[in-house]
């Protein structure tokens, strides 16, 4: 029986799931799996692949997934959506529940709305009929449980990019890190609320960069610097004086860990993941509370034997997040089957 792994999210630029599926596949057959990649066009992962034609979604989902668990057996899969009425064995992993990113996608174009009517009307079936269902977080898998009672979730973390690694970062005046997006989930605003207050009372000049798809007008010290390059984030990473993390809602969050990695002290949010994530690795405060997020900033940058502290924590935490033991976990849960 051959694990089929639907990698059609990598691409050269993929972050989250895209990411995530890259790894996956990679470190299953490191580890001698029996796996192959399911993968677009122009796509190469360092694993025996077939390519594969995943546009629009609902037909890959609904045609794609079916001819796959068909061929090889077993599929893990990182959608929601199963293919109706297949006998396939399903192996569904996720990272956050389809009625939250149903909730933002509220005021969407016909498109969108369309593809979450579909969702709405397959999720919860299509769970119940999986073989095995995962979750990338303990704080998700709570979710899953209690909006389908009786379903066995079992949480598998994933790996973390070995490129997020101490190093040379940026150099230039002290500043603050933030990593937001066009998600009102980032809570932005709060961070950039929590920076003016730090920056007023901090006894060095400090600037707050935002990295990502966050826009707004800047000045005052804050920076918005667009979409940037791994290499450029890992960079940014490496020369923060501190990282700040406001998240409202994160499947898992990979933004603390990375910065982690890079020696970056955390300031993290503690909804959902963030505590599971982080562990004692940073300081945890309410993202609604921008004077909680400011006092914890000023902590770090004033007071240079808790940031190092931190530093040290963050490595050894970051490190526990492996793409081995990623792989391991899924091996355990397919085998139980």
């Given at each position: 029986?051959?694990l089929?792994?639907?990698?059609?999210?990598?691409?050269?630029?993929?972050?989250?799931?895209?990411r995530?599926a890259?790894?996956?596949?990679?470190?299953?057959?490191?580890?001698g799996?029996?796996?192959?990649?399911?993968?677009?066009?122009?796509i190469?992962?360092?694993?025996?692949?077939?390519?594969v034609?995943?546009?629009?979604?609902?037909?890959?989902?609904?045609?794609?997934?079916?001819?796959?668990?068909?061929?090889?057996?077993?599929?893990?899969?990182?959608?929601?959506?199963?293919?109706?009425?297949?006998?396939?064995?399903?192996?569904?992993?996720?990272?956050?529940?389809?009625?939250?990113?149903?909730?933002?996608?509220?005021?969407?174009?016909?498109?969108?709305?369309?593809?979450?009517?579909?969702?709405?009307?397959?999720?919860?079936?299509?769970?119940?009929?999986?073989?095995?269902?995962?979750?990338?977080?303990?704080?998700?898998?709570?979710?899953l449980?209690?909006?389908l009672?009786?379903?066995?979730?079992?949480?598998?973390?994933?790996?973390?990019?070995?490129r997020?690694?101490?190093?040379?970062?940026?150099?230039?005046?002290r500043?603050?890190?933030h990593?937001?997006?066009?998600?009102?989930?980032?809570n932005?605003?709060?961070?950039?609320?929590?920076?003016?207050?730090?920056?007023?009372?901090?006894?060095?000049?400090?600037?707050?960069?935002?990295?990502?798809?966050?826009?707004?007008?800047?000045?005052?010290?804050?920076?918005?610097?667009?979409r940037?390059?791994?290499?450029e984030?890992?960079?940014?990473?490496?020369?923060?004086a501190?990282?700040?993390?406001?998240t409202?809602?994160?499947?898992f969050?990979?933004?603390?860990?990375?910065?982690?990695?890079c020696?970056?002290?955390?300031v993290?949010?503690?909804?959902?993941?963030?505590?599971?994530?982080?562990?004692?690795?940073?300081?945890?405060?309410?993202?609604?509370d921008?004077?909680?997020?400011?006092?914890?900033?000023?902590?770090?940058?004033?007071?240079?034997?808790?940031?190092?502290?931190?530093?040290?924590?963050?490595?050894?935490?970051?490190?526990?997040?492996?793409w081995?033991r990623?792989?391991?976990?899924?091996l355990?849960?397919?085998?139980?089957?």
């Amino acid at each position: 029986m051959r694990l089929a792994v639907d990698a059609t999210a990598v691409s050269p630029a993929a972050k989250g799931i895209g990411r995530v599926a890259r790894g996956t596949v990679e470190a299953l057959a490191a580890r001698g799996a029996d796996v192959v990649a399911l993968v677009q066009p122009g796509i190469t992962v360092a694993a025996p692949s077939e390519v594969v034609h995943a546009r629009p979604a609902v037909v890959w989902e609904q045609s794609g997934l079916r001819r796959a668990a068909a061929a090889h057996g077993t599929v893990l899969t990182f959608t929601e959506r199963l293919p109706i009425g297949s006998r396939g064995r399903f192996v569904v992993w996720l990272y956050e529940l389809p009625s939250r990113r149903i909730e933002q996608n509220r005021g969407a174009g016909l498109y969108q709305r369309g593809s979450d009517l579909i969702t709405q009307a397959l999720w919860k079936r299509s769970l119940r009929r999986a073989w095995r269902v995962a979750a990338g977080s303990e704080a998700t898998a709570r979710e899953l449980r209690a909006a389908l009672p009786g379903t066995d979730v079992q949480v598998v973390y994933p790996g973390l990019d070995e490129r997020f690694s101490p190093g040379e970062g940026r150099g230039g005046d002290r500043y603050v890190l933030h990593l937001g997006s066009g998600d009102p989930r980032d809570n932005t605003a709060t961070i950039v609320r929590a920076f003016a207050a730090a920056r007023d009372q901090a006894s060095r000049p400090l600037r707050l960069l935002v990295a990502g798809g966050a826009s707004g007008p800047g000045g005052d010290g804050v920076e918005f610097l667009g979409r940037v390059s791994d290499e450029e984030l890992v960079a940014l990473y490496r020369g923060a004086a501190a990282y700040a993390d406001a998240t409202l809602y994160e499947g898992f969050g990979y933004q603390p860990l990375e910065a982690m990695a890079c020696g970056s002290p955390v300031v993290a949010s503690n909804a959902t993941s963030g505590p599971e994530v982080v562990g004692d690795a940073a300081l945890l405060v309410d993202p609604l509370d921008a004077d909680a997020l400011a006092a914890a900033l000023l902590r770090v940058l004033e007071e240079p034997e808790l940031a190092e502290d931190l530093r040290r924590k963050g490595f050894e935490r970051a490190g526990a997040f492996t793409w081995e033991r990623t792989a391991d976990a899924l091996l355990d849960l397919i085998e139980g089957l």
